[in-house]
């Protein structure tokens, strides 16, 4: 049997490993979402349903507060995590809510 030509050797050489080493990746990435979706908490609980305005249905599942704090929220904190409060004005600042007037062109 007679082997390929020189290019065709140097190509399968070249882009047999690669894609051997990309098809590896691909399979330990998707072997660590499997157990990451196995490895999910169930959330056994009162169990709501909500529809919203625009027709979609929510499900909505009452934890407890050990059971937050096993999925690492904290429930002592009030409100949603993302809100920052703005910070308080120093005394004697006054506030303008209009841009400060333009300079006068000179003619």
């Known amino acids: 049997m007679r082997l390929p030509s020189k290019p065709v050797l140097i190509r399968i050489c ?7 080493y990309f098809g590896y990746l691909a399979c ?14 169930v959330l056994e609980g ?12 929510v ?4 934890i407890s507060e050990d059971q937050a704090r ?7 904190r009030s409100g949603p995590p ?5 910070p308080a004005n120093a005394a004697g600042t006054e506030e303008s809510k ?3 007037a333009a ?3 000179a003619n």
């Open 70 to 76: 096993q999925m690492g929220l904290d429930p002592d």
């Open 14 to 20: 070249i882009y047999g490993p690669l894609l051997a």
């Open 82 to 86: 993302s809100k920052a409060e703005a």
């Open 103 to 105: 300079p006068a062109p």
């Open 46 to 57: 009162r169990k709501h349903t909500f529809t919203l305005p625009d027709g979609k249905s």
């Open 98 to 100: 209009s841009p400060p």
């Open 59 to 62: 499900e909505v599942v009452e």
């Open 28 to 41: 330990q990435r998707y072997k660590a979402e499997q157990a990451e979706e196995n490895a999910a908490p």
